[in-house]
């Protein structure tokens, strides 16, 4: 795709290019290299890093701190990220809340949490699935009952990325239980050091911790911690939950993850005719994803925000994910490094999170199709 770029797009990509050789620390480009699990200090020294770039808020409007890159200067970073063995920042603060809070929130909120989302100084974490209500988020439990001038929050949160490493969570509980499912649910802001918030990890089938469960036992938080309008919150859950499945495409990584293993292939010597049509059957689809990314990206940029089509994005793009990684270890077998066994049982979640790919064909089937 490189020959479709212009000359100043060229030089963008060879800044950025140079930028990552030159500023990544190299304990955190081996970590990433490696497959290993990263630290929250990995993350918050490179968010360091990026936020004196001014490389940070990507899809916030300018006049909030926002790079003001076009579509393809978007594609461009994402994609030298992934080649230069650099870690994507934490969604949740910058690609989720953010764009809430600049979308629905009130001045006093905008000048309380952007400043520190965009600095790295606060990290955040999200909290919308439940044990009873993962994919059928509507039917979610979690209450939060009005007590003077505060919310009392009761109810647990479960596969909570970076829970325990958050100052924030925001969280969807149901503030009017006789409404309809959709219209009495309420996005609140949650301060993760408030009494009665726990955090429970649980080990994923590849031995890392990066989720948790997250109880809210009598939780109390001030009402004006309440994004836009009580029993609004579902409105704002799509708004949010377009920004997610645009990000988890993964298309950038999915670039390098063949790259990489096309070159443990000739490392290996494996030689199979039938890997190899399978391995240019994934470059084809992905290469066919990429171009609907940046049209995606490109309306978004006139003004549209992300749609229904994103759900084509998060279903093509966690299916690609998980055939590289599935490719890997039909290239190697028995000899597959350490990490890949790891990496193909952790990509097994792709197709769940930020709402199962079951889901999204529904959304397409009914939103696009008109079915």
Same mark, same amino acid.
């Given at each position: 795709?490189?020959?479709?770029? @212009?000359?100043?797009?060229?030089?963008?990509?060879?800044?950025?290019? !140079?930028? =990552?050789?030159?500023?990544?620390?190299? *304990?955190?480009? $081996?970590? #990433?290299?490696?497959?290993?699990?990263?630290?929250?200090?990995?993350?918050?020294?490179?968010?360091?890093?990026?936020?004196? +770039?001014?490389?940070?808020?990507?899809?916030?409007?300018?006049?909030?701190?926002?790079?003001?890159?076009?579509?393809?200067?978007?594609?461009?970073?994402?994609?030298?990220?992934?080649?230069?063995?650099?870690?994507?920042?934490?969604?949740?603060?910058?690609?989720?809340?953010?764009?809430?809070? =600049?979308?629905?929130?009130?001045?006093?909120?905008?000048?309380?949490?952007?400043?520190?989302?965009?600095?790295?100084?606060?990290?955040?974490?999200?909290?919308?699935?439940?044990?009873?209500?993962? @994919?059928?988020?509507?039917?979610?439990?979690?209450?939060? !009952?009005?007590?003077?001038?505060?919310?009392?929050?009761?109810?647990?949160?479960?596969?909570?990325?970076?829970? /325990?490493?958050?100052?924030?969570?925001? #969280?969807?509980?149901?503030?009017?239980?006789?409404?309809?499912? /959709?219209?009495?649910?309420?996005?609140?802001?949650? *301060?993760?050091?408030?009494?009665?918030?726990?955090?429970?990890?649980?080990?994923?089938?590849?031995?890392?911790?990066?989720?948790?469960?997250?109880?809210? !036992?009598?939780?109390? #938080?001030?009402?004006?911690?309440? %994004?836009?309008?009580?029993?609004?919150?579902?409105?704002?859950?799509?708004?949010?939950?377009?920004?997610?499945?645009?990000?988890?495409?993964?298309?950038?990584?999915?670039? /390098?993850?063949?790259?990489?293993?096309?070159?443990?292939?000739?490392?290996?010597? %494996?030689?199979?005719?039938?890997?190899?049509?399978?391995?240019?059957?994934?470059?084809?689809?992905?290469?066919?994803?990429?171009?609907?990314?940046? $049209?995606?990206?490109?309306?978004? @940029?006139?003004?549209?925000?992300?749609?229904?089509? @994103?759900?084509?994005? +998060?279903?093509?793009?966690?299916? =690609?994910? /998980?055939? %590289?990684? !599935?490719?890997?270890?039909?290239?190697?077998?028995?000899?597959?490094?350490?990490?890949?066994?790891?990496?193909?049982?952790?990509?097994?979640?792709?197709?769940?999170?930020?709402?199962?790919?079951?889901?999204?064909?529904?959304?397409?089937?009914?939103?696009?199709?008109?079915?």
């Amino acid at each position: 795709m490189d020959l479709a770029f @212009s000359p100043e797009e060229r030089a963008f990509r060879d800044e950025v290019r !140079e930028f =990552i050789a030159t500023h990544l620390p190299d *304990d955190i480009r $081996r970590t #990433v290299q490696a497959g290993d699990h990263l630290q929250k200090d990995h993350y918050a020294r490179w968010h360091r890093i990026l936020h004196e +770039k001014g490389w940070v808020a990507h899809n916030w409007p300018k006049e909030y701190g926002g790079t003001g890159w076009t579509p393809v200067q978007r594609h461009i970073y994402y994609e030298e990220i992934a080649y230069g063995w650099a870690p994507r920042l934490l969604p949740f603060g910058l690609s989720m809340v953010a764009p809430v809070i =600049i979308e629905f929130g009130n001045d006093e909120q905008k000048a309380r949490y952007l400043p520190k989302i965009h600095s790295g100084e606060e990290f955040w974490c999200q909290g919308y699935s439940e044990p009873g209500a993962g @994919s059928d988020l509507a039917s979610l439990s979690t209450r939060a !009952e009005r007590k003077g001038d505060s919310y009392i929050i009761n109810g647990t949160k479960t596969w909570i990325t970076a829970a /325990q490493w958050a100052d924030w969570i925001f #969280v969807l509980a149901r503030t009017d239980p006789s409404a309809k499912k /959709q219209e009495g649910i309420s996005f609140i802001l949650v *301060d993760m050091r408030t009494p009665g918030v726990t955090v429970r990890p649980i080990e994923t089938i590849d031995g890392g911790k990066e989720i948790n469960e997250v109880h809210l !036992e009598n939780v109390e #938080v001030p009402l004006a911690n309440l %994004v836009g309008t009580e029993g609004g919150g579902w409105t704002i859950a799509k708004f949010l939950l377009e920004h997610e499945r645009t990000g988890t495409a993964g298309i950038a990584s999915c670039f /390098q993850l063949l790259e990489q293993l096309e070159e443990l292939i000739e490392r290996e010597s %494996v030689d199979d005719r039938r890997l190899s049509e399978r391995i240019a059957a994934v470059e084809i689809e992905l290469e066919a994803l990429a171009f609907t990314e940046l $049209r995606t990206l490109a309306a978004e @940029s006139a003004g549209k925000r992300p749609g229904p089509e @994103s759900s084509i994005l +998060k279903i093509k793009g966690t299916e =690609i994910q /998980q055939a %590289v990684s !599935e490719l890997a270890l039909d290239a190697l077998g028995p000899y597959a490094e350490r990490h890949l066994a790891p990496k193909y049982f952790n990509y097994r979640k792709t197709s769940i999170y930020a709402g199962s790919n079951e889901i999204q064909k529904n959304i397409i089937a009914k939103r696009i199709l008109k079915l």
